[in-house]
């Protein structure tokens, strides 16, 4: 995994943030802790409202996967403001990258910093063969993470699960979504070509 290190203007801030892609066996302690406490600041109330339940311990140790690679943003001062998290893997049998998180400060949300990370994240996947697609899950009832993913062309994927009726009259409803897109591969295709 090459570096990525950049700095950025958000729009309708004058503040300089800066950019770094790093390994999760290379993330500190509080950079880690600022990453879950964003996680709770923006879902926590969608975890609890779904089947999955808000479970802080499994979560951190799904964070401290060593092959999860997260996209900092990170304030003048030092701190996370926003972060991404992806990971190479296989889908039923198929190589993808796929993006455990996404989240922004409420202060960066709709400032287009979420579509540059999601930029950086396709072009990674673009200079990464044989990756050939981007899968992400998301609960339904985050509408405004629909909107932002289908803004970017994903669509439900074939794997996604669907109701079921189940044994003794109950029925299973999923409240989440799998949602993927194909990578496109083309020469400087991103904000900085990188490979993962
Ligand atoms: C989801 C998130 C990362 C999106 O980043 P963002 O910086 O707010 O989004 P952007 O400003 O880059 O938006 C890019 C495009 O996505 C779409 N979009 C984003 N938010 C939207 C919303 N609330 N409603 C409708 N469309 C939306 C728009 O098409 C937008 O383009 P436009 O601004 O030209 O209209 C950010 O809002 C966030 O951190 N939300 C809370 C955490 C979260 O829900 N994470 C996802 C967990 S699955």
Redesign the pocket.
């Known amino acids: 995994m090459t570096n990525l290190s950049e700095s950025i203007f958000v729009s309708g801030t004058h503040v300089e943030y800066s950019l770094a892609l790093i390994g999760a066996g290379s993330l500190s302690n509080v950079d880690l802790d600022a990453c879950y406490r964003l996680i709770e600041e923006?879902?926590r109330a969608d975890y609890e409202a779904s089947t999955t339940g808000w479970k802080p311990i499994k979560k951190i140790a799904e964070m401290k996967s060593p092959e999860l690679r997260y996209i900092l943003v990170k304030s003048p001062e030092g701190s996370v403001c926003?972060f991404t998290s992806l990971m190479p893997t296989y889908e039923e049998g198929e190589p993808v990258v796929y993006c455990y998180?996404?989240?922004?400060k409420a202060e960066?949300?709709?400032?287009?910093?979420?579509?540059?990370?999601m930029t950086f994240l396709e072009s990674a996947a673009a200079h990464t063969p044989p990756i050939e697609k981007i899968m992400?899950?998301?609960?339904l009832r985050?509408q405004?993470?629909l909107?932002?993913y289908k803004?970017f062309g994903f669509a439900e994927d074939p794997i996604s699960p669907v109701p079921k009726k189940l044994r003794y009259g109950r029925e299973f409803i999923p409240d989440y979504v799998i949602m993927s897109k194909n990578v496109k591969r083309k020469a400087g295709s991103g904000v900085q070509d990188q490979s993962l």
Do not use: P, W, Y
């Open positions: 923006t879902s926003g998180e996404i989240h922004l960066l949300q709709r400032t287009g910093l979420g579509r540059l990370l992400l899950t998301c609960f985050n405004n993470a909107a932002f803004s």
